[in-house]
């Protein structure tokens, strides 16, 4: 019988542990509008060079807060530094191909990172998971 309370004990404690759902903060919120604003502009072809330098140093900022939460999240904030970086050089080289091959990179680190953390509540609303 305390054999069995022990292994009760043991299977409830192997629970695998439930992260809750989480608001994001003030600024994760605003990074990920400026995220969003600069792709856009990029995609537009606004200031490309420019524009995809400010993106590559918001990565830095926002690789700073999920650094040491996330491999998965830290991994796409560096691929969209390495691509925004690259956006910016093919831009100021005319190099159109070389534009639209890294943006590409950027749309899917978006992604990778929206399918891990990203926890939509309803339309427009979401919270990091
Ligand atoms: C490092 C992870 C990560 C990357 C990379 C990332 N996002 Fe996000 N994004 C999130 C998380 C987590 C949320 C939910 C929390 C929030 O809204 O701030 C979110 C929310 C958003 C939102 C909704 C903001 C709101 O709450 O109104 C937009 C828009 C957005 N992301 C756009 C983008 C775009 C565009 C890119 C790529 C150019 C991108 N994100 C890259 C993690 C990421």
């Known amino acids: 019988m305390r054999m069995h309370t022990l292994f009760l004990s043991l299977a409830l404690c192997a629970v695998p ?8 903060s003030p600024q994760h ?3 990920m509008k400026d995220t969003e604003d600069l792709q856009h502009k990029i995609r537009d072809g606004q200031d490309v060079a ?13 690789e700073a807060y999920w650094g040491k939460k996330s491999e998965v999240a830290a991994k796409s904030c560096k691929d969209s530094q390495a691509a925004a970086t690259a956006v910016a050089t093919a ?3 005319n190099d159109a191909a070389g534009v639209a091959s890294n943006r590409k ?3 899917g680190a978006c ?3 929206h399918d891990q ?3 939509k509540v309803s339309e ?6």
């Open 124 to 129: 427009g609303v979401y919270k990091i998971k």
């Open 91 to 93: 831009a100021a080289a």
């Open 105 to 107: 990179l950027i749309g």
């Open 111 to 113: 992604r990778t990172c």
């Open 17 to 24: 542990a439930v992260f809750a759902a989480e608001d994001p």
């Open 29 to 31: 919120v605003k990074w």
């Open 50 to 62: 420019a524009n995809a330098k400010s993106l590559a140093a918001l990565y830095k900022d926002i």
């Open 117 to 119: 953390h990203r926890e």
